[in-house]
């Protein structure tokens, strides 16, 4: 048996549906796994064994240590998705520049420490630079001032998002394409979720040219590097689809949804550690 890492938290912030299915077939696939939290001060992460981020929720309040961590783990032996990889994504100013790559994104304003409220003619979304699941994110109508008491506090711990709300995410739903070990595996539907809500999931569902011709051009360069990511993504009024997010750190990739993903993902980790 092959020992592997998989890196997760002391206390998870909410369930993590991937875990049961992947340890079952890490063990099949010839893997001693073992679940092991990233901020456990007594965790050995000296050792020369690889390591597998999946569910390190609880970054978002302590992004620093987590990087330190990152650099010890990946010191001792492989860390998918890698250091570089990690380190890039953990801050969704990404979007910025993937607009900037010409990729379609959701319009999005940065605001710095210090900074105000944007104006937006509509609804709005605001949510925090580094943030997991739906971590302080809230949806605001105009002219609400909870908005700005909102922006003060999330501010008050980093840089934030503000974007419009996407009206699309009401019925045809965010979509998540999930990418494994160079290929593109499943979508699936997800409603709106905000601070403190309940994320609902159903699919699969087939993934459409112009979702896919986005997911790809979004993963862009880096997809030789990757074991896994997820695309999320909502289409504009006219219909056509904008990532909402990229996450390459990590992110559930719905394994329930779709057996043979994770077929992949033990076979793409098995030839990288050959």
Known sequence: MTPLRIATCRVLPEVDTDEAMLSDALAAGGF???????????????APIATVI??????????????????????????????????????????????ARGVAVVPTVLVEPGGELPLLAGRSVIKPEVGAGSFHARAFEPGDLEAHVHL??????????VQ???????????????????????????TPRFSGG???????????DDERALALAALGSVQDQLLYGRV????????RPMVMELE??????????????????VTGLRRRIS
Do not use: C
């Open 248 to 265: 390459l750190v990590e992110p559930s990739l719905f394994f329930t949804k779709s057996p043979e993903a994770l077929d992949r993902f």
């Open 32 to 46: 001693d796994a073992q679940l092991v939290a990233w901020d456990d001060p007594a965790a050995d992460w000296d």
């Open 54 to 99: 999946r569910s390190t929720w609880n970054y978002v309040h302590n992004i620093h240590g987590f990087l330190a961590w990152v650099d010890r783990a990946s010191a001792s032996g492989p860390l998918w998705n890698a250091p570089h990889i990690v380190r890039g994504n953990l801050r969704k100013r990404y979007l910025l520049e993937l607009a």
């Open 232 to 239: 999320d993504m909502a289409r504009d009024d006219d219909g």
């Open 152 to 161: 003060a506090a999330v501010l008050a711990r980093g840089a934030a998002l």
């Open 198 to 208: 309940v994320e609902r999931v159903t699919g699969p569902f087939p993934i459409a």
């Open 164 to 190: 419009p709300y996407v009206a699309s995410v009401d019925d045809y739903g965010e979509r998540s394409i999930v990418f494994i070990d160079g290929e593109l595996t499943h979508s699936i539907r997800k």
